[in-house]
């Protein structure tokens, strides 16, 4: 039993719009889901991805209007790694955020920035066998795009602490981090020395980071979290996934989600996103729902 690598990454924003505009426009993912916020559905609830959706490439965002800026500390991740193809993808980005005045600069192997909130990113050309997650996008080559998620970085003061949970989650310890890899994918969970100031949750902080697990072993994946001491949520069906939450011992909230049943259970592939979806259950307060949220345009549905 292993977990597939990372599955989603959930952040905050407090524009939508701006959101779209840069995870689309400027980074070049597709907006696979435009939904709220199951436990608060008068908030978006944005999935980023690429052309399929899938897992691994799915960095999504609660949108709360006016938030103020959140900051990264102990307990919670700071900065999310991208594989991307090859040095030359390193370039293409240097060159394309430069051009859209996006400041980027290159560290080790990597290429850093921000998002408009201060969400902090990485591109990495990972050597990994993994099937690249790509999306389409008029100005990005398919060679040179994000290919999906490699690895969260989070702060922890003394990360010790989370080694028999990691363990317990069959998370192995590897040069660069703690690596979850299954038969068809991996990715790594690599703890910083956290910075003085405490973290606050807010616009541009990560809230938690969800780990993919085949449909079949999603129970057995708690069973586990609970005999290593954490104490996980009952599974919640989230629609397009099952889930179940729990923090780890370093403070970061961790989700095991399952893989499928995908973006696809209520619009077709090729229209993803394009409409507000609320799943079943929150449907008979699409009325309200809409009054109370400003529209948000996925650059796809313009287009057409
Ligand atoms: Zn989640």
Do not use: C
């Amino acid at each position: 039993m292993k977990l597939e690598g990372i599955h989603h990454i959930t952040a905050i924003t407090a524009d939508a719009q701006r959101n779209v505009d840069f995870y689309t426009g400027v980074l070049g993912l597709r907006l696979v889901k435009k939904t709220v916020n199951q436990d608060s559905p008068t908030v978006y609830h944005l999935f980023f991805a690429d052309e399929e959706g899938d897992p691994g490439a799915d960095l999504t965002f609660f949108e709360y209007p006016g938030a103020a800026p959140g900051r990264a500390g102990a307990g919670m991740v700071h900065r999310i790694v991208w594989r991307v193809a090859s040095p030359e993808a390193l370039d293409f980005w240097d060159g394309r955020l430069g051009a859209l005045g996006i400041e980027s600069r290159r560290e080790g192997e990597g290429l850093r920035f921000a998002d408009p909130e201060g969400l902090d990113h990485e591109l990495l050309a990972a050597d990994v066998p993994d099937a690249p997650l790509i999306a389409d996008h008029p100005e990005i080559p398919p060679e040179l795009a994000l290919q999906g998620f490699h690895a969260v970085r989070a702060y922890a003061a003394a990360p010790a602490a989370s080694a028999a949970l990691l363990e317990a989650l069959e998370f192995e310890p590897t040069e660069s981090g703690w690596e979850a890899r299954g038969p068809e994918r991996g990715g790594l969970y690599i703890y910083d020395p956290p910075p003085a100031e405490r973290g606050i949750q807010g616009a541009g902080s990560v809230h938690h980071v969800a780990w993919a697990s085949i449909p079949d072993e999603h129970m057995a994946w708690r069973d586990r979290a609970i005999a290593a001491g954490a104490r996980p949520t009952p599974e919640i069906d989230r629609f397009y996934f099952k889930s179940v939450y729990f923090r780890e011992p370093s403070g970061v909230l961790f989700e095991v989600a399952t893989i499928g049943p995908g973006f696809t259970v209520d619009e077709p592939l090729e229209h993803l996103g394009e409409k507000l979806s609320l799943p079943p259950a929150f449907e008979h307060l699409r009325e309200e729902v809409e009054t109370n949220l400003r529209p948000v345009v996925n650059p796809r549905a313009a287009q057409r």
